[in-house]
């Protein structure tokens, strides 16, 4: 038991490291420029009148903010291309070099392209430059070597140009492609951008929010208040709804009660609860039917000084159909197994002793029945913690609530990745330790359960 | 028993109906006549369509745009004489399939418009379709990866695959080590860029890295012991890892990246992250099976252990996996609807029963724009939860 738990244990950094991982990768694949959305917007005005003083200061936001570290602790690559790639901030001049570099092969005159490039781009703005200046500055950001060709060959045949044209000539004629066929291991050490994210998301620093510079951790904190609020209220309405009724109808099992509550479990499994929070909201919430009986969007407002009767009037009328909406696949779910697994219980023998006992049927059911068939129960408190914030994006979206479900939802289509990452990071982490602590409440309950051995994994996992 | 038979059998019918109006969705729901007559040129525009995406066929001369208007000597109608996306500004504005419709001699919109007139019935039947699609299509990539992890780890479990231990080491090193270098090295060398090309390399890369791995590492003696491979513990290792992922959470956030939205991804995410529950109802079920007495019969008679997986394990064990699976499928049209309900995932364009039910919020007095899709995805998943229930 024990010796299972610390196993588990052990797993759960494995998987939160994986996770860390995955999330870093989303990161650094996601479109976008994350130094430029964290420049001061009146830094980013300045980036088509005085492109020179910009590119200075988004190397020196970049350079802050650790984006010109290597990604990795290591990198796996081809020798053509350079381990100092990483100190390009741009991504897009980035990828403009990579391209570049993997078409000829030879860095080395790449870099003295870019170089020059660079000089004409933000040099001095001469009038002679009129022509050369934009399209050097195009060219910057151009990935596609035949584009790059084409454009420098448009370039006028001056002074100001003609290092550019001769440093890309050499790019395309010491062609050196036979090096993209040597592999490159390179050890970067623990100066990268992944140690330091991870350092900092240990210490507690998530960040500051891409669309309204708040502190992550702030805006998540506001608004897990009303997610565990609501979630609290819906959990606690399930285990009171379907305890009971879930024995009852093993109780009684054949009786007209457990007849229709079967089927209309059933049925309410499969009604999809977000079809039946926009029906509700339609028709209760809007004055359009006539039965405009609940308040329509939010938590409500408590005026200063109202009575607790009045702000749990005002509290609940908001709650009501979310709490609702909420609870009821999951009333359907627990229910459904706590009937089934009660059933199985009640053919065993202890059950028939207990009822040669003289014990009444409620007792039987309540003091011996439900421990041994309760594992249902403990198998949604594992899912539970995921679903605070899984199960109620939908409903906190259609009730407009500030839950965290409505934060991801703003944060993903907004590609607010600080937020997104800490709610997956966050969510995994919960959802681990859900899975675990549902396992250990499992071996609590049923000592014959003993786990760490194959079967009976698959046997609580299931 | 009988009754319970009876209710499987509509809910397997309701599945063939889906399957069917989704394979003929374009012959139900169409602004073409089936068959129309034009001048005496008789053409089957809804047909030649097909012909003309495969390359198959010349557009019609003269191209008719918009058949609502052409005077046709005679013409069959689909039943729905509506597309999916197609406007009819005469009946915009949210009519209701029993108020006052503007159609002429076009037929009635049958369960009403929206704002723009397009109609809700040809909505759904094109969202049937992309239903079907995504529940379909992500069951079976689960099932293509569930299977032959799930059963490898059931049937061998951890002590059934013997072999020297060179043989384990040179494939996973040289194999990983081949795809590194064809992903670093070969694919930019040779400018690959088509799909099949670098899947293929990368396979025989993998083949050939492997292979060679191997050979050289069978020189070295220490490695020449015959172990057993660990399929069952890394499977369910890996399941584990899996679990642990809060999958709708990283769905919204994956497709959120996306540029461009698109359902074959939707129906690949929701395929890959499901896998985990194929692999494992596939290993308990396989761990059952493979101790029976027809399976030791068949070991002593020296059939081949992978014969013995194949043609006479995985059969018995498959038909249980089906039925579970139809589980899947209706949490996977469940997962559609509620992505295109949000409006993440699936193109915009697309007319999806959750994107009607999306623009249904934002004029509730169109109850035929709620009640209808809801209808049909209940009945979907009710369906498929019942035929997932299992005897």
Redesign the interface.
Known sequence: MLSYALRRLLYLPLSLFLLSLLCFGLRAITPGDPVESQLPPAESRTASSKPAAYDASYRRAAAALGYDLPTFYFSLNNAALPDTLHRIGRPAERRMLRALTLSSGNWPAVQDYYLAVRQLAFGEDTEAGINSIPVARRLLLQDDPKAVAAAVNSLPDDQLSQPVKAAFSQVMDGSQRHRLLLPAFRWHGAQNQYHHWLLRILSGDFGNSYLDRRPVASKIGQAMRWTILLNGIAILLVYLVSLPVGLYAAGYRGSRFDRYSTTLLFILFGLPSFWIATLVTNYFTTPAFGMDFFPSMGFGDIPDGASWWTALKIRGSHLFLPVMCLAYPSFAYVSRHLRRSAVKELDQAYVTTARLKGLSRSQILWKHVLRNASFPIITLLGGLFPALLAGSVLIERIFNLPGMGQLLYTAAVGRDWPIVITLVLLNGLLTAAGLLLADLAYAFTDPRVRLGSATTFTNNAA | MKEKRKRHTVARWWLIGLLTVAVFADFIANDRPLIASVNGETRFPVLHEYGETLGLAEHYSPVVRSWKRVETDWAIWPVVPYSAGGTDLKNGNYRSPFGEQDTGDRARHWLGTDELGRDVAAGLIRGTRIAVLVGFGSVLISLLLGIPLGGIAGFFGNHGLRAPRYHWWGWAVGGTLGV??AS???I??YRLESTVAITGLAISCFALGGWLFRSLLSFIPALKKETAFPA?TLV?QG???F????????L??????I?QPSIGIVVLIIGVLRWPSVA??L??EL?RIRSLPYIEAARVNGIPKWRILFRHALPNALGPLLIVSSFAL?GAV?LE??LS??G?GIPADEVTWGSL?RQ??TH??A?WM??F??LL??GT??AA?LLGEEG
């Open positions: 590194l270098y670093l090295s070969l930019p060398f069952d369910l399941i584990e890892l679990v642990n992922i809060p999958a709708l959470v990283l919204i956030a994956l497709i959120a990246i540029n494992r109802y290993r308990a761990l209706g469940l609807a509620f309900f949000l993440i039910l249904s919020r509730p007095q109850w709620a009640v899709p809801g995805l209940t998943v009710l939860n």
